[in-house]
T-cell receptor
Framework: DAKTTQPNSMESNEEEPVHLPCNHS???????IHWYRQLPSQGPEYVIH???SNVNNRMASLAIAEDRKSSTLILHRATLRDAAVYYC???????FGKGITLSVRP | GAGVSQTPSNKVTEKGKYVELRCDPI?????LYWYRQSLGQGPEFLIY????????DSGLPNDRFFAVRPEGSVSTLKIQRTERGDSAVYLC???????????FGPGTRLTVL
């Protein structure tokens, strides 16, 4: 299975942009890149996904490297409610790793 | 419309007992997934259904675990002879079809004493 690697944790200040990286060097040509986030005691929640082009939605932006071996989730203005574990996963088997724990300082 | 629901929300059982965990997916979603999440870990894939059939059960840890989806909607995860190591949150998700956005339920917290 194609796997992803992410840093364990990141910190941000409220109202500042946050860039959450993900490496997926073994991605195949048909794998979509999905991002989910999980708040404490809840199931994961969809954030964004993309294949090749950068994507924007109301929650975030997804920047995908030209070779597709890495991607970055961008939260344009972090809020306290964005503090969560963020998972980057590929489509095949949709297997999650440990994710990035994002802390947001007020 | 309703999201994915899972029952029970909590289940406490004794070692060696049999348990069933239920998942009600979003209506019309043909793909259904079961995951297991231990404390501090990300969700671990167990099984994926496309319609009524288990399209990929490679994540089931052993033959004590079994899942069904007889009518292509509700799914039941069955665990026989439970062990303390089975304690985890069991998550269910559904999507319109594979590789589409997954919608997760709140999970069932299973505790095996």
């Amino acid at each position: 299975d194609a796997k992803t690697t992410q840093p364990n944790s990141m910190e941000s200040n409220e109202e500042e942009p946050v860039h959450l990286p993900c490496n997926h060097s073994t991605i195949s040509g048909t794998d979509y890149i999905h991002w989910y986030r999980q708040l404490p005691s809840q199931g994961p929640e969809y954030v964004i996904h993309g294949l090749t082009s950068n994507v924007n939605n109301r929650m975030a932006s997804l920047a995908i490297a030209e070779d597709r071996k890495s991607s970055t989730l961008i939260l344009h203005r972090a809020t306290l409610r964005d503090a969560a574990v963020y998972y980057c996963i590929l489509s095949y088997k949709l297997t999650f790793g440990k994710g990035i724990t994002l802390s947001v300082r007020p | 419309g309703a999201g994915v629901s899972q029952t029970p929300s909590n289940k406490v059982t004794e070692k060696g007992k049999y348990v069933e965990l239920r998942c009600d997916p979003i209506s019309g979603h043909t793909a259904l997934y079961w995951y297991r999440q231990s404390l501090g870990q990300g969700p671990e894939f167990l099984i994926y259904f496309q319609g009524t059939g288990a399209a990929d059960d490679s994540g089931l840890p052993n033959d004590r675990f079994f899942a069904v989806r007889p009518e292509g909607s509700v799914s039941t995860l069955k665990i026989q002879r439970t062990e303390r190591g089975d304690s985890a949150v069991y998550l269910c998700a559904s999507s319109l079809r594979r590789d589409r956005v997954m919608f997760f339920g709140p999970g069932t917290r299973l505790t095996v004493l």
